[in-house]
């Protein structure tokens, strides 16, 4: 099996329509907008550029990012929870969509674009959020048409001098080969079969599942893909980056960007640069603390729970003093 359209993905990447090259002014984009979605409002916000829609109501509905493929669209209630883990839980109506192309304002008049964004208000189909719960602690294995199983709790690696060995990607997890771009193929290794570290984690979520463009290793000439470590996966060319604290946890100012979806990255060794580590934002919890999911050595594999720390982004504690970097896909 090769690329997105492998057994247990939610297909395969989508064929995106042809550019529209006419240039709009701003006014003939609002008539549009207006024409194709009622009475729905843009508001453009910076930091990062984003725009916000709301209904005839005045209610949410989304909000779209600059260069990002990444939607939330505003939606029915949720929990997420992993009792056998942490006492908290995200009450959430948060729905984390990935778009056909990034997107870019005055795209709300586009085909390509209008016949997208119409599907997805009020969809209960599964989304980033929800596929990231597929894989934590007691999560229930879920079987293809093919016999793979392609969700269900999964490890971080096998143990190696006494600790769980990073290096598992996702195609270990699915115990099948994957092809890649440059026509190389990468063999699934058993003693890794259901295992997958932080940044494999991250590629079986946006890459498999929901058809991001995955490759190899760094990157390809003249292929945008998602890469293969966390660092990379930090500065890839499909991340809008949200914010860099440098050496230093970030700032309230900083953290009040994140959105459920976005991706954190963490410096977890000597280096207080080095992003060894990344998660995603599942939103706030009951206990008012952002929080997120990450494959993690010290509970073998994807939790959003509280073993070897908590899981959160601000505050006191291992992983708010560990935060650099945050990006948007």
């Avoid at 550019?19 to 024409?35: G, H, P, Y």
């Avoid at 910076?46 to 209904?55: A, E, K, N």
């Avoid at 984390?96 to 997805?120: E, I, K, M």
């Avoid at 890469?227 to 500065?235: K, Y």
Wanted: net charge positive.
């Amino acid at each position: 099996m090769a690329g997105a359209a492998a057994a247990g993905s939610l297909g395969a990447a989508p064929v995106l329509a042809p550019q529209v090259k006419e240039k709009l002014d701003q006014s003939e984009v609002r008539a549009r907008a207006k024409r194709l979605f009622g009475a729905y409002r843009y508001e453009r916000m910076s930091r990062p550029d984003r725009t916000l829609v709301y209904d005839e109501r005045g209610a949410p509905v989304a909000t779209l990012t600059e260069g990002a493929r990444s939607a939330v669209f505003t939606g029915g209630h949720r929990r997420f929870a992993e009792p056998a883990s942490t006492r908290a839980h995200v009450d959430s109506t948060s729905w984390v969509r990935l778009a056909p192309r990034p997107w870019r304002f005055g795209a709300q008049s586009q085909s390509w674009f209008t016949g997208w964004f119409a599907a997805q208000p009020g969809s209960t189909g599964p989304d980033a959020l929800s596929l990231a719960m597929q894989y934590v602690t007691g999560a229930p294995r879920r079987v293809d048409g093919d016999g793979v199983a392609y969700a269900g709790d999964a490890g971080f690696g096998p143990l190696v001098g006494g600790q769980r060995d990073q290096q598992s990607d996702f195609y270990d997890y699915l115990g099948v080969p994957w092809t890649w771009p440059d026509g190389t193929t990468s063999a699934p290794r058993p003693q890794r079969y259901r295992d997958v570290d932080c940044s494999g984690f991250l590629r079986l979520l946006w890459g498999y599942r929901m058809g991001l463009p995955m490759v190899a290793g760094a990157r390809e000439r003249g292929v945008p893909g998602l890469p293969r470590e966390a660092h990379q996966i930090a500065s890839s060319d499909l991340a809008v980056p949200l914010f860099d604290s440098g050496a230093k946890a970030p700032s309230g100012k900083q953290l009040a960007r994140l959105q459920p979806g976005d991706l954190v990255f963490f410096a977890l060794h000597r280096d207080p640069r080095y992003l060894s580590h990344a998660g995603l934002v599942l939103g706030e919890d009951n206990q008012g603390h952002l929080r997120f999911v990450s494959s993690r050595q010290t509970i073998d594999g994807p939790t959003m729970g509280d073993t070897g720390g908590a899981a959160r982004l601000d505050g006191a504690g291992y992983y708010p003093r560990a935060v650099r970097r945050a990006v948007r896909l």
